[in-house]
């Protein structure tokens, strides 16, 4: 499971974010956003841990973490809202199979 939603992270480019949520589903597991935490906090570091924010955009990293966070995401150009991504301009959208019924899944809601 950890590995899968490693992955995602990988594919996510500079200048863009995803939410923990979207890298649960993008991964084949739907509401396992606190899973991909954990495997981000499991991880040696070999990803852009950076690029992955709470809904809205919120980092979630307290303290140095969250500061250090931040300024990554500005070094790579992104833009914020206050204490949020911008994440109109900056939300990555995932590809594939799972992101295709993810949208399908949206349009049935709306």
């Known amino acids: 499971m950890f590995q899968r939603m490693l992955a995602q992270v ?22 396992a ?6 495997a981000l906090h499991g991880s040696d570091g070999s990803v852009p841990w950076q ?6 955009g919120k980092i979630l990293c307290t303290g140095e973490m969250g ?3 931040r300024m990554r ?8 809202l206050g204490l949020r991504v911008d994440m109109t301009a900056h939300q990555h959208t995932f590809t594939g ?4 019924k993810r ?7 709306d």
């Open 73 to 80: 995401l500005q070094g790579e150009g992104v833009r914020f």
């Open 67 to 69: 500061l250090e966070q």
């Open 33 to 38: 956003a606190r899973q991909a935490a954990w």
């Open 97 to 100: 199979k799972q992101a295709g």
């Open 10 to 31: 990988r594919r996510i480019p500079a200048g863009k974010v995803a939410t923990y949520g979207d890298i649960a589903y993008a991964a084949g597991f739907p509401g």
């Open 103 to 109: 949208r399908a899944e949206k349009r049935g809601r």
């Open 51 to 56: 690029r992955v924010v709470g809904a809205g």
